[in-house]
């Protein structure tokens, strides 16, 4: 029997007579002989001659006390270079911050005013707010013939905290980390289900800026908006800069009171993913 499916996906059941079995005459010990029988094939296969085919079941039933009858069925998943399932959601996280999103301008305010005989003048400082950061998820899900062996896990994991060093979903590198890889084993079924996890946070980067604050006066760092030392041109020219793994910036200016740090290595997220 042959069932085929869009995009070359095929599902078939292959049906055989296993003889001459040494078993020491208990009916269960057909069963397990015939599993084990010379040229029986693995689970995990591939159907001979197919590319998407693999076998997930085999059943064997007695027939004799040296004899059983075996059905194989062979189903189309994740092998090499085939499909696998991609699932994209978002939703929204809080945080604060004293930085607009996406520029990363600190939100400055100072005020100078019009009775200086009765009011002191406050100096420019930085406004924490509370706001809402789209968190964008992409899942991609691909069942695989065969055994994950330890090696192969072992760096599985490693992707966890590793940003795209490419291009890759739409978004430039430094936008998405990698932020969950977990597998799913069967030990009998000759398959392995492996899930990677990677997310953006809108407009931004998976960098990080700092403004420094005195000890002394509680103040942050920056001087009147437009002039010399004005923290919105500094943080501009921090935020134009291309992402770089494990780093520490400053604007070209001689002033540094502010910092970018980009603290996530990076990698192809392509082999990990599947595209």
């Not at 085999?58 to 499909?83: C, W």
Request: net charge neutral; with cysteine; hydrophobic share 40%.
């Amino acid at each position: 029997m042959v069932e085929i499916f869009g995009n070359s996906a095929e599902r078939a059941v292959r049906t055989g007579i296993v003889e001459g079995l040494p078993t020491t005459g208990n009916p269960e010990d057909v069963l397990w002989a015939a599993m084990t029988a010379a040229g029986m094939p693995a689970a995990g296969s591939l159907y001979p001659g197919r590319t998407n085919c693999f076998l997930r079941t085999t059943q064997v039933f007695g027939l004799s006390h040296d004899m059983a009858r075996v059905k194989l069925i062979y189903e189309p998943f994740e092998g090499t270079n085939t499909s696998v399932i991609i699932r994209v959601g978002a939703s929204l996280s809080t945080y604060q911050t004293n930085k607009l999103p996406g520029t990363q301008q600190p939100i400055a305010v100072e005020w100078v005013p019009t009775d200086t005989t009765k009011y002191k003048p406050i100096p420019l400082d930085y406004v924490p707010i509370v706001a809402m950061r789209p968190m964008r998820r992409v899942s991609v899900t691909q069942l695989r013939a065969g055994i994950l062996d330890v090696a192969e896990a072992a760096s599985f994991a490693e992707y966890v905290g590793m940003v795209n060093s490419t291009t890759w979903f739409g978004k430039g590198p430094g936008s998405y980390i990698i932020s969950g890889a977990d597998a799913t084993i069967s030990k009998y079924s000759g398959y392995y289900q492996r899930t990677v996890e990677a997310m953006n946070q809108g407009l931004d980067k998976w960098s990080h800026y700092g403004v420094l604050r005195s000890a002394q006066t509680g103040k942050f760092a920056g001087g009147a908006i437009g002039g010399t030392d004005d923290i919105n041109t500094q943080l501009s020219t921090l935020v134009a800069m291309s992402y770089m793994p494990k780093s520490i910036r400053y604007p070209a200016s001689s002033t540094k009171g502010v910092v970018r740090v980009d603290p996530y290595d990076w990698t192809d997220f392509t082999p990990i993913f599947g595209f």
